[in-house]
């Protein structure tokens, strides 16, 4: 695990999914304080993202505050699971997709900037596919997204 | 917090991700139409007002090693499950843990965690600590790990209220990264 990442990478992963500087220059920020320099941060980050390891440098939000969302879940034929996930995740508002060793096989996140966009999502979504779809939504939180650890314990 | 529509335009352009060059919020503010001073001071208000939870790398956890991904929920008395969900989110191998609505006639189930670990083996070690820990034997419960992710992107927050994909556009990007277990081997359900 990880032999793949060089040292930089595996420190900027450690000490970047939070906190991420918002001076003019973060990547020279960041170099700074894991004494190296600006360049070879950027670089670091371009390979991780040309590798698959990094998706972007982004937000995630707090459930609510940006807008609406919900965790849905679908009952699909496995013979036809590929093609409805390819529905599913052809709607931008799809922001997860897995499919899940249950009944309920297709589990994905809908994400709107509010309520009236969620229910026609939703019901768009069955319209194309045909499944009905069962909503889980959020209550309460009791822990957020902290992201990862690298190291294994 | 009602959102600007400066700090609407900022998520929706925060979904591609900061650009990684010199000057990442000063393309930003190009784009935007703005001051790199400003993007920055609207990004501070969100990550200030706790709109924005965590910014940061986004990682793709499956690439990395994280392949063992389960999505444990319980069926816990609604008077029980705030305490019960408070403490399961202090043990330190759970990742995230909600309360959600369940589904009448379908599921049961209302309180979820997710467990993220390299491999099952110690995943449903995990489970199983959890379970004891919170002296949870007697409630219902399931374990969906994940066999295969066919998306992981930005949440399209900061959006428009119409959605481009409910009309005539383009193909949305779509990821399938397959799980390199074989379905079929694993059929875990407590």
């Known amino acids: 695990m990880s032999t793949e990442l060089t040292r930089l990478q595996t420190r900027l992963i450690e000490h970047f999914q939070r906190g991420f500087p918002t001076t003019p220059r973060p990547f020279e920020t960041i170099a700074n304080e894991l004494g190296t320099n600006e360049d070879a941060v950027i670089s670091a980050i371009s390979d991780l993202k040309d590798k698959g390891y990094l998706d972007r440098i982004g937000a995630t939000y707090a459930t609510g505050r940006a807008g609406a969302s919900s965790l849905a879940a679908m009952e699909v034929p496995d013979d036809q699971l590929e093609k409805i996930a390819a529905q599913v995740s052809h709607f931008t508002e799809i922001n997860h997709n897995y499919e899940r060793e249950d009944k309920l096989n297709l589990w994905f996140v809908v994400t709107t900037a509010d309520q009236a966009s969620l229910d026609t999502t ?32 | ?74 069926d816990i008395g609604d008077d029980a499950a705030s305490d019960i969900g408070k403490a399961m989110a202090t043990l330190p191998y759970v990742t995230l843990c909600y309360r959600r609505e369940r589904v009448a006639g379908v599921w049961p189930y209302n309180l979820y965690c997710m467990i993220h670990g390299r491999d099952r083996l110690t995943v449903r070690a995990q489970i199983r600590h959890l379970i004891a820990r919170l002296e949870l034997h007697d409630a219902p419960h399931k374990v969906l790990f994940s066999k295969q992710c066919f998306t ?5 927050y900061g959006a428009p209220a119409i959605s481009a994909s409910l009309s005539a556009s383009g193909p949305a990007s779509t990821q399938t990264i397959p799980f390199p277990i074989k379905s079929g081997k694993y059929h875990e359900q407590a």
């Open chain 1, 122 to 153: 939703i019901k768009a979504i069955e319209a194309k596919t045909g499944f009905p779809i069962y909503r889980m939504p959020m209550i309460e939180h009791y822990r957020l997204d902290l992201g990862f650890a690298l190291k294994w314990n």
């Open chain 2, 1 to 74: 917090m009602e959102l600007s529509e400066l700090q609407h335009r900022l998520i929706k352009r925060l979904r591609d991700g900061l650009p990684i060059g010199k000057r990442p919020y000063a393309n930003i503010a190009n784009d935007l139409g703005t001051t790199e001073e400003t993007v920055i001071e609207t990004l501070e208000q969100l990550i200030a007002h706790k709109v924005i939870n965590r910014f940061g790398m986004i990682i793709r956890h499956r690439a990395l090693g994280y392949q063992a991904n389960a999505m444990c929920v319980f």
């Open chain 2, 152 to 156: 992981q992107r930005a949440g399209k």
